[in-house]
């Protein structure tokens, strides 16, 4: 008999609430950050005792915050507690999202009900179209994971929130009351070091087998003071410290605008972020770039991976497991090979982020009835030259007239151009007109 005994999950100290042992190593311990694609990408979610960092250089968007706002929610939902640093933490606290169907309706929700009957009607039509037989076997063309792909053992790992629903008086008020949300005011005669004495108490302080979760919304905004790159830096490695401590706390900020590039705090200050933080990627919006929104008018912005979080292992999770990126075994369903290309777009319901892909005009799942713009600015830009010749039908005694028109085509450029060209062969198209098309029956 063998003395060797294979470990089993009874044996194992139990998780806490919202969390679940990563698939790439039992060691690691991993929560969700609120938003399923999201958590592809960092290989199943955000490990405890690490600390991801949201970079959104657009000044005239606030998509770091809404990243922010999926982590508090997501954390009140899963009964972890929550730790908001902020300038006015509570009205960020009021202001967050949550699931839908959990409160009444507003009146900008009920208003919206005739289109979600619409988009339902819409997606039934498209199931019930009909394509050929050797098609029916092959998946749909998708660009993104759902919440149930990734989280079907866990139904409280990940929830479904709606952009559309505001998260409930009551709720807060019975977190607060419970501690689970814990509100952090920034001194702007600080530098920082306040704040981190402050996290350090409350985790210190922190008896309970509970997930801490740490968001810090702004971080560099005005309320903060005049921060320094130094400061910055300083802040990010004494949180990572702490993070390391204490392997129940979870953390997750945004930087503002001014300081997500490298004009701020110099040569290889976002890579620096990077090295200071377990996980960090680049949210960089079309909004300030008029021609990228027009070129990828599905996607609000490309999304740049920094930092990958790696906890006891030397290889990321993701490398391994995440389909977004197409580097996994799983990246076939996405119909790449390497890695993908990411973006993100955010919807009235929902954020997400999925592979960059062309629009319709590139090909993708529809078909256009009318040519598209590229098709009618590159016929707009030749140059034709048409010769007509009237030539009189023989054989009809009536004199009907039969028109043939030769159209030759050629190249502005090579005609302009001094060096010799070699000689090509001019196309020929050759149409054929009557008064009287009954005479000519092809």
């Keep these: 008999m063998s003395s060797f005994k294979r ?32 958590d592809d990408i960092l290989g199943g979610g955000l490990p405890l005792s690490c600390s991801l960092a949201v970079l959104a250089p657009d000044h005239h968007s606030a998509y770091g915050e809404l990243v922010q706002k999926y982590f508090v ?3 009140l939902a899963s009964g972890q507690k929550v730790c908001i640093i902020h300038d006015e933490p509570l009205r960020f606290a009021r202001e967050g999202i949550w699931m839908a169907g959990s409160t009444p309706s507003t009146p900008a929700q009920a208003s919206t009900t005739a289109e979600d009957a619409d988009d339902a009607k819409a997606s039934q039509h498209d199931d019930k179209i009909k394509i050929a037989w050797r098609y029916e076997q092959m998946k749909k063309f998708q ?41 952090i005011d920034v001194d702007i005669s600080e530098d920082g070091t306040g704040v981190i004495k402050q996290i350090e108490e409350l985790l210190s302080n922190d008896t309970n087998a509970h997930a801490v979760r740490i ?27 702490l993070l390391r401590r204490y392997p129940n706390a979870c953390a ?9 590039t490298d004009t701020w705090g110099g040569p290889g200050w976002v890579q620096k972020v990077g ?29 740049q991976i920094l930092t990958l979080p790696a906890p006891h292992t030397i290889l990321p999770a993701s490398d391994k497991y995440s389909t977004l990126r197409g580097l996994s075994s799983a990246a076939g369903t996405m119909g790449g090979s390497g890695e993908n290309n990411l973006a993100f777009k955010c919807m009235r319901k929902r954020l997400i982020f999925e592979t960059l892909h062309l629009d319709l005009e590139g090909g993708v799942t529809e078909r256009r009835t009318t040519p598209s713009s590229n098709a009618m600015a590159l016929d707009a830009s030749m140059v034709h030259e048409t010769m007509p010749a009237a030539v009189l039908a023989t ?11 030769v159209e030759f085509e050629y190249d502005a450029t090579q005609a302009m151009s ?19 098309p009954d005479l000519y029956d092809f």
């Excluded at 999950?9 to 609120?34: C, D, M, N, Y």
């Excluded at 919304?217 to 004494?238: E, F, I, K």
């Excluded at 933080?277 to 070129?295: H, K, Q, R, V």
């Excluded at 001094?418 to 090509?424: C, F, G, L, M, R």
Aim: with cysteine.
């Design 7 to 38: 470990k089993t999950l009874s044996g194992r100290a139990t998780l806490p609430q919202g969390t679940r042992l990563s698939p790439f190593s039992t060691s690691t311990v991993i929560t969700s950050t609120g938003i399923p694609s999201l």
């Design 73 to 75: 929610a997501q954390g």
């Design 143 to 183: 660009t993104t994971v759902s919440c149930s792909t990734n989280y079907s053992l866990n139904d409280d790992l990940c929830m479904t929130f709606d952009l559309t629903c505001r998260i409930p008086t009551a709720a807060l008020d019975a977190a607060r009351q419970s501690a689970q949300l814990i509100p």
């Design 215 to 241: 968001c810090i919304p702004a971080l560099g905004s005005p309320h903060w003071g005049d921060m320094q790159p130094l400061a910055v830096l300083t802040l990010l490695h004494s949180l990572r410290r």
């Design 252 to 260: 997750s900020l945004s930087l503002a605008p001014h300081m997500c």
């Design 275 to 303: 090295w200071l933080t377990d996980a960090a990627i680049s949210m960089s919006a079309f909004g300030a770039n008029p021609s990228l929104s027009s070129l990828f008018p599905s996607h609000h912005g490309i999304v």
């Design 395 to 405: 054989g009809d005694t009536k004199g009907s007239l039969a028109t043939v028109e």
């Design 418 to 436: 001094d060096v010799p060209a070699k000689p090509k062969k001019s196309k020929k198209k050759v149409a054929f007109r009557s008064e009287r």
